[in-house]
């Protein structure tokens, strides 16, 4: 999102909890080099946003003590998905940077913040209608300048050295995908964690709507079921009216939910639709000593960030 450079390392900032994850080996043979996670001060980012950044770079403080030395030289950051937003614009053909530069005189048209304050990048992504050669379809995400600057300042004082930075949902959705695509349409991707879950509706490479929503799977367990349900029926609702031309066949279940078993039954018989529970470290073929644990869904799509 905010600059790249080549790294297999991911850092992913979540609801209550830090996780680093560095991957060695080809994309075909990947092996995990260092898998880290630290628990958060409940105050350090709260409903998936942050929310106390000195109790954050307590745990950023914690955390390089755990790894030492033994850490990536540069480091694809995942943020808060609350810290981020999404959008999809129409705009002209033009190149990337002339587009990004267009951009700032419609920002506030679609980002409820003003570009002085912002600090955003765009990416041209394919899309169910996209119908004329002469328009694109841009991914915008932006954050608000002084969260990113703040958040960048922790990181350097406790020692990370970041190249570069996307949403935790966006980094969530990758992780499904493996080295190539393996949906033939639409796809709806719910991951599911403590306190937020995240609603992904995804087209080839890309997440084209991102929903974060507040209630996990430490909700009570009716209410939890009950918006799960609601949730996803209200997201295949709405991409049945607005996006025609998609056509959702799958529904991904991922994140940290202990027992998917139940949830994937649930959406099963409410949706009519083949759900299917997500395997990162398989899908990515990433060799473990046998260990699959769950909820490292977007430090795997932080770590392969550069290998798609």
């Known amino acids: 999102m905010f600059g790249s450079k080549k790294n297999f390392a991911g850092l992913a900032i979540e ?129 608000k300048t002084r969260t990113i600057e703040v958040l960048m300042e922790s990181l350097k004082r406790t020692g990370f050295n970041v190249s570069s930075i996307e949403p935790v949902n966006m980094s969530m959705y990758r992780s499904v995908l493996s080295p190539i695509s393996p949906f ?36 009570e367990v009716q209410k939890f079921k009950d918006l799960m349900v609601r949730e996803a029926s209200s997201t295949l609702s709405f991409v049945s009216s607005q996006l025609r031309a998609l056509n959702i066949e799958t529904i991904i279940l991922g994140g940290e939910l202990p027992d998917k078993d139940n949830i994937q039954s649930l959406l099963n018989a409410e949706l009519s639709l083949n759900v299917q529970i997500s395997d990162p470290w398989g899908t990515w073929g990433i060799s473990d000593s046998g260990e699959k644990p769950a909820g490292w869904d977007a430090a795997i799509g932080l770590s392969v960030r550069d290998l798609r």
């Open 15 to 143: 609801d209550r909890v830090l996780r680093y994850l560095e991957l060695g080996g080809q994309v075909d043979n990947l092996r995990v080099q260092n898998r880290t996670e630290i628990n958060l001060p409940q105050d350090a980012v709260r409903q998936d946003a942050i929310s106390n950044i000195q109790a954050l770079e307590s745990a950023l403080a914690s955390l390089k003590g755990r790894l030492g030395a033994k850490m990536a030289g540069n480091i694809s950051l995942g943020v808060p998905s609350r810290d981020v937003f999404i959008r999809i614009v129409d705009m002209p053909r033009m190149p990337m940077e002339d587009a990004k530069n267009a951009f700032k005189w419609d920002f506030e048209k679609h980002i409820p913040f003003p570009a002085l304050d912002a600090v955003f990048d765009v990416a041209e992504v394919d899309h169910p209608q996209s119908e004329d050669p002469d328009q694109m379809k841009l991914m915008v995400a932006a954050s």
């Open 184 to 219: 033939s349409s639409g796809v709806l991707g719910i991951f599911v964690g403590k306190d937020t879950t995240q609603f992904i509706v995804g087209y080839k490479d890309n997440g084209i709507i991102y929903r974060s929503i507040l209630g996990g799977y430490e909700t």
